[in-house]
């Protein structure tokens, strides 16, 4: 399958704890996006990569979150000292070159952190 | 601010009976707005984009349409597979990588 992979699908952490996501995008899409999403809201936009180049952070994304995309393939999503509140569904997104206007994502499954 | 408002928040449908999803938005420079669909567990899935007042998309037994506030989401005679949480966004003036969605419609269609 070479659709968006997300990994873990599920993390089950303790409060203060570190936490890391992973997102392999679909190859050759130069685009790459980290939303959020609670129960019963749309995601919400957290940060977008344009190859390696970080190009946009919500105001969601706390000095506690840090996103990477080292040679701009995969993509990592670190949550620093863990509250509850973060508990949510982190998805990514990647887009190939040439659709940044079509609003054509592809989503991964997303990961599903739960913060105990 | 930009804001996305979907209604109704649920919806139920018996199979064959046709309904629209309601979308409005208030953003500054609209540059897009875009359907998805979203299944339990599951990632959104593309369905359209739409770009100006007036323009229609259609697929299968969908049909997209937009005006100046509002867009809709038609379901002509639905069947239970399209049993899903259809969400609305919108992307402004000031951003290239922000999708603004709504907290979407959650659609049941019964046999």
């Known amino acids: 399958d070479t659709g968006v992979s997300q990994d873990p699908r599920h993390k089950i952490t303790k409060r203060g704890q570190n936490v890391t996501f992973r997102c392999d995008p679909i190859s050759e899409h130069n685009r790459l996006y980290w939303y959020r999403q609670t129960l019963g809201q749309g995601p919400e936009f957290l940060t977008y990569f344009q190859n390696e180049a970080q190009l946009e952070k919500s105001r969601l994304l706390s000095d506690r979150f840090s996103a990477e995309r080292p040679k701009g393939s995969f993509s990592t999503l670190e949550i620093q000292r863990t509250e509850q509140g973060d508990s949510a569904m982190y998805l990514c997104a990647s887009s190939p070159r040439g659709a940044a206007n079509t609003g054509e994502l592809f989503f991964g499954e997303g990961s599903r952190l739960t913060v105990l | ?111």
């Not at chain 2, 100006?52 to 002509?76: D, M, N, P, V």
Request: neutral net charge; contains cysteine.
């Open chain 2, 1 to 111: 601010e930009d804001q996305v408002t979907q209604s109704p928040e649920a919806l139920r449908l018996q199979e064959g009976e046709s309904s629209s999803l309601n979308c409005s938005y208030t953003v500054s420079g609209l540059r897009g707005l875009f359907w998805y669909r979203q299944d339990p567990g599951k990632g959104p899935e593309f369905l359209f984009t739409l770009y100006s007042a007036g323009e229609e998309k259609e697929k299968e037994r969908l049909k997209a349409t937009l005006t100046k506030k509002e867009s809709f989401l038609h379901i002509t005679a639905p069947k239970p597979e399209d049993s899903a949480t259809y969400l609305c966004a919108v992307r402004g003036g000031g951003s290239q990588g922000n999708l603004i969605f709504g907290k979407g419609t959650k659609l049941s269609v019964k046999p």
